[in-house]
């Protein structure tokens, strides 16, 4: 049952173990399980059926959709947003009858990153910050920032404004048509000269 002395919400179905750490905020929806260890930030929420691992940090206003596992080794900063049923590894080649519990490798993605539906994040990567990963793409290697990933293995195909519009660099520069955010483009990576004069809203 909820504990209305708590400052956020989990689901009378879900269960949060004795030491799990839960930001203000926060929402914890049917089914999932906040194991002990695991360390949620302020104001995220959590869907249904998803699973957060001890040793697993998440950030503050993070978004993870449903059927999603946390598993240890992950860390999600600020405003990360998960799609639904996407998939996180922590072990390279995984053995059911061989332990490899001190093999677990990190993986990072950076604030503001957003991964898509059914796309799989295999363990020992990091993704840049705003780093847009496209639904059921699998990413194999290290994101730049603002990257556009998609495909199978996941390749970079453009980049993605901070707030979430596609952007067209020409002759090194871009401007997001949305936000006005403006960037310069260099030797295979993005950067944010400007940030959006009207918001991201």
């Not at 699973?51 to 990360?80: A, C, R």
């Not at 995984?94 to 993605?109: I, L």
Request: glycine share 14%; net charge positive.
């Amino acid at each position: 049952m909820q504990d209305h002395r708590l400052n956020y919400f989990a689901h009378e179905s879900s269960y949060v173990d004795d030491g799990a750490v839960i930001g203000n905020g926060t929402k914890i929806w049917h089914f999932s399980h906040v194991m002990p260890g695991a360390v949620i930030g302020e104001r995220c929420n959590l869907g249904q059926n998803v699973v957060v691992m001890p040793g697993t940090k998440i950030g503050n206003n993070v978004k993870i959709q449903n059927n999603v596992s946390i598993y240890e080794g992950v860390e999600l900063e600020d405003d990360v947003f998960c799609g639904p049923s996407c998939v996180f590894t922590n072990v390279m080649n995984p053995r059911s009858h061989v332990s490899r519990k001190n093999e677990y490798r990190r993986t990072v993605v950076k604030r503001g990153g957003s991964i898509g539906a059914n796309a799989t994040i295999v363990c020992g990567v990091t993704l840049g910050e705003y780093a847009f990963i496209g639904a059921g793409a699998v990413v194999t290697s290290d994101v730049p920032a603002y990257g556009l990933m998609v495909g199978v293995p996941a390749r970079r195909v453009g980049w993605m404004c901070q707030c979430g519009e596609r952007l067209h660099p020409t002759g090194g520069h871009a401007t997001c048509a949305r936000c006005g955010a403006s960037y310069t483009e260099t030797g295979g990576a993005l950067r944010q000269v400007t940030p959006s004069r009207v918001g991201a809203s």
